[in-house]
């Protein structure tokens, strides 16, 4: 199998048993216990579209012997990331107050222009200009 965990960057567990998932947790009988990871692609993980196997293994000791389990893969789909370039323009000459005068000049309106462009394949939304 190909190992691509370069190309994630994965939270530690966030366990819901004493000891934590890294070895040193211990779920008393008959109760029961969960871990949950945070997995989020690098860009790099998804140029377009691309579709991952995550699995694992369930390591633990019972009464002194060692058990393992396999977690059998299911599929995750990464979708790619917007990569914006902004330029932006404005006139040459803006009138505003003057700080080294003791009068309050008026400040005059100008035009400003904004040019968006997404080179990448995700898709951008909700844009906001504040």
């Known amino acids: 199998t190909d190992v ?6 994965i939270g530690d567990p ?3 048993f004493p000891g934590g998932a890294n070895g040193s947790g211990v779920v008393e009988g008959k109760q029961s216990g969960t871990a949950e990871w945070l ?14 196997e995550v699995g694992g293994k369930v390591a633990y000791t019972v ?3 060692d058990m393992d389990i396999t977690l059998y893969p299911d599929t995750i789909t990464v979708l790619p990331d917007p990569a914006m370039r902004v330029k932006y323009f404005w006139a040459r000459n803006v009138y505003g107050d003057d700080p080294f005068t003791p009068e309050i000049e008026p400040s005059v309106p100008f035009s400003l222009a904004v ?4 080179s990448g394949y995700g898709s951008m939304y909700d844009a906001k200009f504040l």
């Open 4 to 9: 691509s965990n370069e190309l994630f960057v």
């Open 14 to 16: 966030d366990p819901v």
């Open 39 to 52: 997995f989020m692609g690098l860009k790099e993980a998804a140029p377009v579209e691309t579709v991952y």
């Open 63 to 65: 009464d002194g012997v």
């Open 115 to 118: 040019m968006i462009y997404n």
